[in-house]
């Protein structure tokens, strides 16, 4: 098997492929080509039909299956030594991993074994050269791993010089999933489970598992109304709610919101949320601290509802309310009715 | 049973709150103005810990961090919240480390602690935010993870039983001791500091601090053993210098930027109705809504 290719981990769950690990096979397609590699990606699990179909159109050339009962769900040492084993074969240049409750769990267990860097919750992947500045010792098309770190106040380029893989994780949202070629087809590897995990990997034993099903899916909205800690109690968040069925919208929130029980977690936006680049993105009450901007900066057209002239949020925003929300949303829900059509 | 519990701490910048007055002139943070705090994540494993410590009698809770020698701030705070000890890991061939040097550090130190039943540690710090410690330590020990806890359910014939927070559900999972836990945010938080331990402790210290104390302090050190803080060296832990610091850092930093934020274009409009009706206007005819 030819070698030094850059492979994405994905992640498989009601015989559906992640977002996640799609959007990183769009990303991965691009390094790839830039990189004149080949784009491989793995899937561990139990029943792994159909995974193929999904993925080829994103321009993936080599898939490999690991099938075996044990390996669903996902646990760490199973699905750790599968990788640990096989990139000790195919020793690729760099490995991309959704910044999941599964790919940071697994990411740094693999990297630790292999003693290679990984580089957590990327922002951007790019392929560029780098010049140690000690030894001035020159490396050519390097993957630059673009974070946010220190709460979000900082961005860092980070690189792994010289160990590999080059490994990092991206959270959903982040990157643009977008099919390559409905046609591609790439080439199905199907390997032996027994050959990479052993039974004491079968350590951590699964008694309970509740998967729900987010009804909410304020990623792909092209128009989200988010609320703040200002917005003050859950009554007044179905103010937004109101608003958001009248636009067609999805409601969203900061943390400070979603720590105050005013609503659901599945809806926070920023850092430690979702990210999102709506159309339109209605901030009320909110103040627009970095980790929520972080989440929702590149949205097209931003207004802020605030009653603080000076939140920080009004300077990234396009249209500035200043008032109080009580007032301002049912002005913008009575106005919407009446002028459209 | 009695119980040998670990706790990992890391005493961070608080990132959270940079506020007015640690910004720069040009907009970026000062990072020297943030206040040092016991990283949050890690209040809700030392909670965790106590809990362990409260149902099984005789146990103890070691805190164990890697930093700078002021980093027995945080261990102090964590005996005063009802830790019985803690060790900081600190040396100059430290810094610089990433998380992978960061992990094969503190598990040495783990090592030479020794017997342990159990290691916690919070999910994630809030300067470095990467997660990826625990995880790590686990692998370089050879044992198995438990992320993302949310409630250590038993501990009981070797074995722990903990509820995990997944971002869409939640998972019961057992494990065999020893074995790492990082504990989320959404676990409870940490007990308040205990009025009696506050006064048995407070002149507690390392050995760098007691080096520049009086020598009444220092007098009082050496009549209460317990009041003494330890501090360990790379080399007393016997870490191999290729593999920690800088030099062991596989991850470089290739550049920094601050985040500033440039004020946009934008319009600043009042509450007043035929301002709001002109703003939804312009909204509908440049197709942004409706
Ligand atoms: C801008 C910037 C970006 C960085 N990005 C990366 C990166 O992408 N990859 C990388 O490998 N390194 C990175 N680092 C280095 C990393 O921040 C440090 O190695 C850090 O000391 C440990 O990582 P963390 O803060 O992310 O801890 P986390 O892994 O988030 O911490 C998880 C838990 O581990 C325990 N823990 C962590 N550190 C200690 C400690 N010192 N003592 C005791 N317990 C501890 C705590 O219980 C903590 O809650 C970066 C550093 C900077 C400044
Ligand atoms: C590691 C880390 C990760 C984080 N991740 C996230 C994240 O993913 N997402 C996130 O959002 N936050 C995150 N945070 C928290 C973040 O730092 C802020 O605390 C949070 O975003 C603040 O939320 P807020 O703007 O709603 O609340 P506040 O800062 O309290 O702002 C409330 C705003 O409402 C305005 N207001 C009050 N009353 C009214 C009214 N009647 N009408 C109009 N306006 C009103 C006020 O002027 C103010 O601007 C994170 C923090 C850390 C440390």
């Keep these: ?341 | 049973m009695s119980l040998n519990i670990i706790v990992l701490a890391k005493q961070v910048p608080d990132t959270r709150n940079v506020g007015k007055d640690a910004m720069k002139e040009d907009g970026t943070i000062n990072r020297a103005a943030l206040p040092a705090i016991f990283n949050p994540e890690d209040l809700n494993a030392l909670e965790q810990a106590l809990r362990l410590k409260d149902s099984h009698p005789g146990s103890t809770v070691t805190l164990l961090t890697m930093g700078l020698p002021r980093a027995s701030e945080i261990i102090r705070e964590a005996i005063y919240r009802g830790a019985d000890g803690g060790i900081v890991l600190t040396d100059r061939v430290l810094g610089g480390a990433d998380t992978l040097a960061t992990s094969y550090s503190l598990a040495q130190a783990v090592k030479k602690f020794g017997n342990y039943d159990i290691i916690l540690g919070g999910r994630q710090a809030i300067d470095g935010d990467t997660a990826q410690v625990g995880p790590q330590i686990a692998e370089k020990l050879g044992i198995p993870q438990i992320t993302y806890a949310e409630e250590i359910l038993n501990l009981s014939d070797g074995h722990v039983t903990v509820k995990r927070r997944l971002e869409n559900g939640v998972e019961t999972v057992k494990a065999p001791l020893p074995c790492v836990v990082t504990v989320n945010g959404s676990a409870p938080d940490c007990r308040p500091r205990n009025a009696m331990r506050v006064q048995k402790y407070k002149y507690a210290a390392s050995p760098s601090e007691a080096v520049k104390l009086s020598e009444e302090r220092k007098a009082l050190l050496e009549k209460r053993p317990y009041l003494n803080l330890q501090e360990w060296s790379a080399a007393y832990v016997d870490a191999d210098p290729a593999q920690i610091g800088l030099p062991g850092s596989p991850t470089k930093v290739k550049a920094i930027e601050n985040v500033v934020f440039t004020a946009k274009d934008c319009r600043v409009i009042t509450d007043n109705d035929a301002e709001i009706e002109d703003l939804v206007k312009e909204l509908i005819t440049n197709h942004t809504i409706g």
């Design chain 1, 1 to 341: 098997m030819d070698q030094n290719n850059l492979i994405v981990y994905l992640e498989f769950e009601d015989g559906r492929v992640a977002d996640v690990s799609l959007e990183l096979l769009t990303k991965g397609r691009v390094l790839a080509s830039r990189l004149g590699v080949k784009l491989e990606a793995i899937v561990i699990g139990d029943d792994l039909t159909g995974v193929e179909q999904q993925v080829f159109p994103y321009g993936v050339d080599r898939l490999y299956k690991v099938s075996d009962k044990r390996l669903y769900p996902y646990t760490s040492n199973p699905h750790s030594a599968v990788l640990i084993n096989l990139f000790r074969e195919i020793k690729p240049q760099a490995c991309l991993m959704g910044a999941t409750c599964i790919g940071r769990d697994l990411g740094p267990r693999v990297s630790s074994c292999l003693h290679s860097g990984l580089t957590a919750d990327c922002t951007a992947l790019e392929i560029g050269d780098h010049t140690d500045p000690k030894t001035g010792k020159e490396y050519k098309d390097l993957l630059l791993q673009i974070r946010p770190a220190f709460g979000g106040n900082i961005v860092a380029t980070i690189v792994n010089p010289e160990c590999r893989p080059q490994m990092a994780t991206v959270r959903e949202g982040v990157m643009k999933k977008e099919v390559f070629d409905p046609d591609y087809k790439g080439e199905v590897v199907e390997l032996d489970a027994n050959k990479y995990v052993s039974d004491e990997d079968f350590v951590v034993e699964i008694l309970d598992r509740h998967i729900e099903k987010s009804k909410i899916n304020i990623k792909n909205s092209p128009i989200i109304v988010a609320g703040g800690y200002g917005v003050g109690s859950k009554e007044n968040f179905q103010l937004l709610h109101e608003l958001a069925d009248t636009l067609g919208a999805e409601v969203g929130a900061s943390r400070a919101a979603v720590d105050a029980g005013f609503t659901e977690h599945a809806r926070q936006i920023g850092q430690t949320g979702v990210t999102v680049r709506p159309k339109l993105y209605i901030a009320c009450g909110i103040s627009g601290q970095i980790q929520h901007i972080a989440g929702m900066q590149d949205s097209s057209i931003i207004i802020s509802i605030n009653n603080d002239p000076a939140a920080p949020i009004n300077t990234i925003a396009d249209y500035v309310i200043t008032g109080n929300l009580e007032e301002v949303v049912p002005k913008l829900i009575k106005y919407y009715k009446k002028n459209s059509k």
